[in-house]
């Protein structure tokens, strides 16, 4: 299981909390397993999230593996100037 | 619409072209005659991208009519170098960076030799006001004015001997067509 | 200057990157060579011009476009029906590039045309006739959240709220961000201050307007040469708006004039593709300047509540903001990166942002530079100012004190990695600007600034020529001299001289997918890639060696620009060059080429602090900014000119925002000043010089330690001169643009 934050907005999403645990080796699995899990979340990633992975920012790549202990936190999709 | 015959120099060539009568010269410059250097940023006189020489005189090309060119002496940009060989001022803006997207760069070249041609020895103050009539987003202006400071004093030390103290004219010489 | 803090990480010796090597498309930009949007021209060519709306808000009940279509010399005339079907993600461009039902803002086009001349073009405008039913509009953010404000679009209902609203309205989505409980940390504090700011919309001003041409032939197969920071981005969107394959449609980038965002969409690429798709015939749109500011993409006006607790020692013991941006006709405002990004310099125990994403009859926001985090910085900073004031602290020193470092806890959720935040304050503290003497009515001010930075797709292609020269070709826009960044990484990993490397922006046929030039990405993923392609082909060239020397491949290394044999036992060889070896790729295999093809991640974060004095004329309400300095982590600066170039770039834009720049809408809701001479961007006589330190914190997810550095520099400065100005106008300024008129109401004169 990894334990999976999501910004404040998101929460009632996963139901009330600011994160919850989920089972997944990739980010892909995370967010597949957060869209089936909660209507709120599959919205969220449809629209497009960007994924941190122990502070490291990943807007698009979703292959990036994670491990039970790694700090992952869910952002808004993010665009640059 | 009815179109103007009109006879000019350009960088030298003797070049004629038609143009509408309510052209602009740097249309005429930029469509008709391929001459791309001078650039369109606003169209009203703001931003100096379009200047060019005409008869000498420091002018936005997108305020004077391409019609009222006939008979006139212009350069652009495009008339600078020497061949292959740059002129002193388009090498330092190479320098000192004093570009980064290079829209603005054809007029701050053009408007910076105007100036140099009357001031060989202008103050920073002078070099920024006479270049207030051109816009530059990128740069901020930092590397422009001292670009045209070093061409200013390189400029000076090649047509030496001078008296030390040259006299200055005032940087409020600046026609805008 | 150049500080390098001590770090651990990739203490490396560079032979060309950190140097200022001359830039590769120099001469042709001060000959007047280079070619840009408006500089191409193609045989049996026509010019578009667009029919924009002059209602702010408008039902389009009819458009009438017989007459013009019987005007000699008109060739086509494309309206919103056009644009058929095209993917949900893709919807709000179609309207933004062709108003459908309504009319959303003042400047919306409605109608296009194509004709022989610009002249012919202009009248046939005349001669389209819409009938526009006028409705209540508005185009202020606090007014646009108002219950009953005239709502824009009866399908938007607040998203990000516990329940889903049953009503429609202006409010597209909320956002929060934080961790802690802020109400109980501001009961910790000794001083709690609590300010309403706003912030009026300003434009990216780019010099160069928008310009494309389009050409579309029988066959269905197009070709574009369009002014943008993502050929590959119009590439897509156009063919997926127009129904064509993306295999059919080749686009070309042209040298581009500036951009800071604002040319990270589509505007009249697909009205000319359109029109050349009608007409059968190569399409020239060039916008006007007034084209340019009432209808591309500006940034968001906004309104920030900010409440800060500190204790007497400087600490911050509680951080809560409620951050509104309008962003247009469409949902998007950057205001989730705007309350990202506002708090992320400290490292705060109790700390909440609250974000509103606001619709208005406004042109659809683009991006400019960090897009919505220097409206958040100038709040937050400037409410920590005034506390530092209160409690007559140092500002540098609570800085300091609050700074986040490596490993803490962002205010936006993760924890940082390395960063140079501190670094920057230090440098700012022992520089000699924060000592020196200030003159009457003069003020100094300083503020902290943050941006994310990011990598991306990027495709690169690097081909080694016969000569030892060396090919490379990247497809991403360059802006601001990238080309010579990522050449001379090359060059460094191929250890060949930078002259040697000629780098090309590439056409979208001739690479892989590379988003666009955003998010300060270029330099760091380009770069990135460039790097990887040239390892790639040096895993090549070593293999060719090892074919002539007849070892195995493991046997050979590569240094300094030569293959040499890895140790005695390898045998005696003369080390191979790059030429060399080159020189015999035909009779050892082929053309040697290296590729990267990668979706860049590990883009380091990157801080900046910004000191500045300013002079208020109390008289007329006018500010001189007397000196500047820009203190900001460029982890590697690869090519220090541009560099620099950057830091005073942003810092200018940021002046152009604090005192002079904004969107000015009347009562009936059209822009007022769509011109440079109304919409004021600094002149260089407005302007001291701008001095900057590079700070080097090597960012550890690059080889080089490269950290984007093109727009953190637009977002300390909003804050920075706002604290300047109030310091030295004895009154705290709640309110962009701090123009004259509004300085002197600050100071209750008018
Ligand atoms: S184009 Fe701006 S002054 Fe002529
Ligand atoms: S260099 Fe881009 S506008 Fe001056």
């Known amino acids: ?81 | 619409m009815f179109q103007v015959h009109v006879r000019t120099r350009i960088n030298g060539d003797d070049t004629e072209f038609s143009c509408e009568a309510d052209e602009t010269l740097l249309d005429a410059l930029r469509d008709r005659l391929g001459l791309t250097g001078a650039k369109e940023g606003c169209g009203t006189g703001d931003c100096g991208a379009c200047s060019v020489l005409v008869d000498g005189r420091l002018v936005c090309a997108c305020l004077m009519l391409g019609a009222e060119a006939e008979g006139c002496d212009i350069e652009t940009v495009e008339g600078m170098a020497d061949g292959s060989k740059l002129h002193p001022l388009q090498q330092k803006f190479l320098d000192h960076a004093a570009l980064q997207c290079g829209v603005c760069t054809p007029g701050f070249l053009v408007a910076a030799k105007s100036l140099l041609e009357r001031n060989d020895n202008p103050t920073e103050e002078e070099v920024r006001y006479w270049l207030a009539g051109n816009l530059c987003r990128c740069t901020g202006y930092d590397k422009i004015v001292r670009a045209v400071l070093d061409t200013a004093a390189d400029m000076r030390k090649a047509s030496k001997p001078k008296p030390a103290k040259a006299k200055k004219a005032s940087a409020k010489g600046r026609v805008s067509a | 200057m150049n500080v390098q803090p001590d770090n651990k990480a990739m203490k490396r010796d560079f032979d060309i990157v950190g140097k200022r090597t001359p830039r590769p498309d120099g001469i042709d930009k001060v000959t007047g060579r280079a070619r840009f949007g408006a500089d191409m021209s193609m045989p049996g060519m026509l010019w578009g011009l667009v029919l924009r709306s002059p209602h702010a808000h408008a039902k389009i009940k009819r458009i009438d476009t017989s007459k013009a279509e019987k005007l000699n010399g008109v060739h086509a005339i494309v309206t919103s029906k056009d644009f058929g079907p095209c993917d949900d993600s893709l919807l709000d461009i179609r309207e933004n590039v062709m108003a459908r039902e309504k009319a959303l803002y003042d400047g919306h086009a409605v109608a296009a045309v194509a004709a022989v001349s610009r002249s012919v073009a202009r009248q046939a405008l005349k001669l389209i006739k819409v009938d526009y039913q006028v409705l209540p509009h508005v185009t202020d953010v606090d007014e646009a959240m108002k219950p009953d404000a005239p709502v824009i679009n009866d399908k938007l209902f607040t998203k990000g709220l516990d329940k889903t609203p049953k009503k429609p309205s202006n409010i597209a989505e909320r956002f929060e961000f934080g961790h802690g409980e802020v109400e109980k940390g501001f009961k910790e504090a000794d001083l709690v201050i609590e300010r309403t700011f706003r912030t009026e919309a300003t434009h990216q001003g780019y010099i160069e307007p928008h310009a494309c041409v389009a050409s579309m032939g029988a066959d269905g197969r197009g070709e574009m040469w369009v002014c943008t920071q993502g050929h590959f981005m119009v590439r897509n969107t156009c063919a997926g708006l127009l129904g064509i394959d993306v295999s059919n449609l080749r686009v070309t980038a042209s040298e581009i004039g500036g951009g800071f965002g604002g040319k990270t969409t589509v505007f009249i690429e697909p009205v000319a593709l359109a029109l050349s798709l009608k007409a059968n015939r190569p399409v020239k749109m060039v916008m006007s300047r007034e084209e340019v500011l009432r209808a591309s993409g500006p940034t968001s006006s906004s309104s920030i509540d900010v409440k800060i607790g500190m204790k007497k020692d400087g600490t911050i013991t509680a951080g809560d903001a409620t951050l509104r941006y309008q962003g247009g006709a469409f949902p998007g405002s950057a205001v989730p990166y705007g309350a990202m990004a506002c708090f992320a310099p400290y490292d705060l125990k109790n700390v909440r942002a609250i974000g509103w994403d606001v619709i208005a009859n406004r042109p659809k926001q683009a991006a400019y530079r960090a897009p919505g985090a220097p409206m958040g910085a100038y709040a937050i900073e400037s409410v920590i100012d005034e506390l530092c004031r209160e409690l007559k602290l140092d500002p540098i020193d609570v800085r300091l004190k609050n700074a986040s470092s490596d490993g803490s806890k962002a205010s936006y959720g993760p924890n940082f990695g390395v960063i140079g935040l501190k670094a920057t304050l230090e440098a700012a503290k022992n520089h000699p600007h924060w000592k020196a003497k200030l003159g009457k009515n003069q003020g100094r001010g300083v503020a902290c600034g943050f941006w994310f930075n990011f990598g991306g797709e990027t495709s690169v292609s690097l081909n080694v020529n016969v000569d030892g020269t060396v090919g490379l070709s990247v497809g991403t826009p360059d802006i601001g001299g990238s080309r010579a960044s990522i050449g001379n990484m090359a060059a460094e990993e191929l250890g060949i001289p930078h002259d040697k490397v000629r780098c090309i922006i590439a056409d979208t046929a001739s690479l892989g997918y590379n988003d666009v030039t955003d998010g300060s990405r270029v330099t760091f993923a380009s770069g990135m890639a460039a790097i990887q392609a040239a390892r790639d082909a040096i895993g090549k060239l070593c293999e060719r060696a090892a074919k002539i020397w007849g070892i195995p491949v493991d046997a050979v290394v590569w240094e300094k620009g030569h293959a040499r044999p890895a140790s005695p036992n390898a045998g005696k060889h003369e080390p191979l060059s790059l030429a060399d070896i080159a020189a015999q790729a035909g009779a050892t295999g082929g053309p040697i080429a290296g590729h990267c093809e990668i979706n860049a991640e590990g883009a380091g974060v990157s801080f900046a602090t910004h000191m500045v004095d300013s002079e208020v004329d109390p008289e007329t309400g006018h500010v001189k900014i007397l000196r500047y300095t820009v203190f900001q982590d460029a982890g590697k600066a690869v090519h220090p000119s541009y560099v620099e170039g950057q830091f005073q770039g942003g810092a200018v834009q940021g002046i152009g925002w604090a005192l002079n720049e904004e969107y000015i809408y009347s009562k009936d809701g059209r822009l007022q000043n769509p011109g440079f001479l109304d919409y004021r961007i600094p002149v260089c006589s407005d302007l001291p010089m701008i001095d900057t330190v590079i700070v080097e914190v090597p960012n550890p997810g690059h080889p080089y330690g490269v950290r984007g550095v093109g727009e953190t520099s637009i977002v300390p400065p909003l804050a920075a001169i706002s604290n300047s100005v109030s310091d030295a106008a004895k009154v705290r300024m709640t309110r962009l643009p701090m123009s004259p008129p509004n300085v002197l109401k600050a100071l209750g004169r008018i």
């Open chain 1, 1 to 81: 299981m990894v334990r999976v934050q999501v910004w404040g907005s998101l929460k009632p999403a996963i139901g009330g909390d600011d994160s919850v645990e989920v089972e997944g080796e990739t980010i892909n699995d995370l967010l597949k397993a957060l869209s089936e899990q909660y209507p709120g979340m599959a919205e969220a990633v449809r629209r497009g999230v960007s994924v941190t992975v122990n502070g490291e920012m990943y807007a698009n790549a979703v292959m990036v593996p994670v491990k039970p202990d790694d700090e992952v936190f869910i952002l808004p999709k993010l665009v640059g100037g």
